[in-house]
């Protein structure tokens, strides 16, 4: 689906549809979560993993990429991940010190913003690095939660829910690094370029 659609039809995709249903999901998550309904939580989570999946996949497949789908998937999976990592921590499932590993670095992402518009350049695209980071957060969130029931399914989950909340959290500060760096290099062209291409 090409960008110059109307913007009606550009938000009433299956992928974007897909990504707003990610965002919709995050309250009702939050207020399971504060209500100790651990398990309806857990189904959150992994529904929400399912459709990140999805739907990036259908996008692909059936041509239906659109500029609005490529800001709605990354701030859905932003919102999905920031909202999931204060919930647990607030309930003692993982530690205050990991969520600030994780919002100090997205806020070093974040503050290159006026950067990219100062000098109008678009947002870089996302990098395997990233999805990667993603997916493993994404996966390794529910796997935690899991692991904080008291039954067999739980113990087996925690180590392999951390495993990959470890992997992501190194490969989520790589991604930031080389935004950081595709930034710097887009800045550079630009200010090299010739004075009418300003």
């Keep these: 689906m090409s960008d110059s659609l109307p913007l009606h039809r550009q938000v009433w995709t299956v992928p974007n549809l897909l990504s707003i249903g990610r965002l919709v999901c995050v309250p009702v998550f939050l207020w399971l979560i504060a209500t100790d309904h651990r398990l309806w939580a857990l189904w959150?989570?992994?529904?929400?993993?399912?459709t990140d999946y999805l739907d990036g996949k259908?996008?692909?497949k059936y041509g239906l990429v659109t500029r609005l789908g490529q800001l709605l998937?990354?701030?859905?999976d932003r919102l999905y991940?920031?909202?999931?990592i204060v919930a647990l921590a607030w309930k003692s499932i993982i530690p205050w010190w990991l969520v600030a590993v994780l919002l100090v670095r997205e806020v070093m992402v974040f503050a290159l913003g006026p950067t990219l518009r100062k000098h109008r350049l678009p947002i870089p695209p996302v990098h395997f690095v990233g999805k990667s980071a993603t997916f493993c957060l994404i996966y390794g969130f529910p796997l935690v939660l899991l692991g904080s029931l008291d039954n067999v399914w739980g113990h087996v989950a925690r180590p392999i829910g951390w495993s990959f909340i470890w992997w992501g959290t190194v490969l989520y500060w790589l991604a930031g690094v080389m935004y950081v760096g595709q930034v710097r290099g887009m800045v550079r062209t630009r200010q090299q370029a010739p004075a009418e291409q300003q």
Excluded: K
Aim: glycine letters at 12%.
């Design 81 to 84: 991940i920031l909202s999931t």
């Design 73 to 76: 998937d990354p701030a859905a």
């Design 44 to 50: 959150v989570l992994v529904g929400s993993g399912i």
């Design 58 to 60: 259908i996008a692909r």
